[in-house]
């Protein structure tokens, strides 16, 4: 049996697509909530004001998704950036969460003020976005591999004495600097600062009254959840395209 890789190809689009709507529409109903109603749920909470972060870091992510699989030369290179740069943010984010979450439980207090946690998660964001020209490849894909898949980074390169194509080694290594080892880091960070989190909670539970017990649970199920369900989500997506461009 021969499989028809177009109609693969088409499908997999489709549901991208769709997928990728429905997160676009969830995110900017989160930011729209956040901002009618910014002085009850918002203004100085630095819980709410990251999870917020988080759904306008998606909402980047959810942009670049509805794009499908471009053959346009731009379109594919907008897709490659705002893929990555909306991912990393995601995870920048969701990491901060899990960290700020466990510093406040420990010392009662938050280390970095919002504006120090956008500020340096956004920079972070921005220098790793231009390791890949720094190593003199680009957005997008050749155009012999354009609609076939998601726009990333050039998996081959223009062969300077020939009009073909051939596999592009640096690439592979810039999208692992700028992506897939950031990716794993702050993935094993979410994990470590959840376990530590949690662990923490139980070990004091015993000293607290119920009310305290409550709020500690509170704490779980409304904050850390985001990170996690992160983990939950991104995990088999970066195997798989590590997978894959390897």
Same mark, same amino acid.
Not at 206 to 211: H, M, N, P, R
Not at 217 to 229: A, E, F, K, N, T
């Given at each position: 049996y021969n499989y028809d890789s177009t109609s693969i190809d088409l499908a997999l689009e489709i549901v991208s697509v769709v997928m990728s709507s429905m997160s676009l529409i969830g995110n900017i109903g989160v930011l729209l909530t956040s901002t009618i109603f910014y002085q009850e749920m918002v203004k100085r909470k630095t819980f709410m004001q990251l999870l917020t972060a988080i759904s306008a870091a998606n909402l980047v992510t959810s942009v670049a998704g509805t794009f499908g699989f471009p053959t346009n030369g731009f379109t594919c290179s907008m897709q490659g950036f705002l893929w990555g740069f909306g991912s990393r943010l995601t995870w920048f984010f969701a990491t901060t969460i899990s960290f700020q979450l466990y510093y406040y439980m420990k010392h009662a207090r938050f280390l970095l003020s919002f504006r120090k946690v956008v500020a340096i998660c956004v920079l972070l964001d921005l220098a790793l976005s231009c390791v890949p020209l720094a190593m003199n490849t680009f957005y997008g894909l050749p155009e012999i591999s354009r609609g076939t898949s998601y726009c990333k980074l050039q998996e081959m390169s223009l062969h300077r004495s020939a009009a073909e194509w051939e596999k592009c080694p640096h690439c592979k290594l810039a999208m692992f600097i700028s992506l897939f080892i950031p990716g794993i880091v702050c993935l094993i960070g979410m994990t470590v600062f959840s376990w530590l989190l949690r662990r923490m909670?139980?070990?004091?539970?015993? %000293? #607290?009254?119920?009310?305290?017990?409550?709020?500690?649970?509170?704490?779980?199920?409304?904050?850390?959840?985001?990170?996690?369900?992160?983990?939950?989500?991104?995990?088999?997506? %970066? #195997?798989?395209?590590?997978?894959?461009f390897s």
């Open positions: 909670m139980q070990a004091d539970a015993d %000293l #607290l009254d119920q009310e305290g017990r409550r709020h500690n649970s509170r704490i779980m199920r409304q904050v850390v959840v985001y990170p996690l369900g992160i983990v939950v989500f991104w995990t088999p997506i %970066l #195997l798989y395209f590590m997978v894959q």
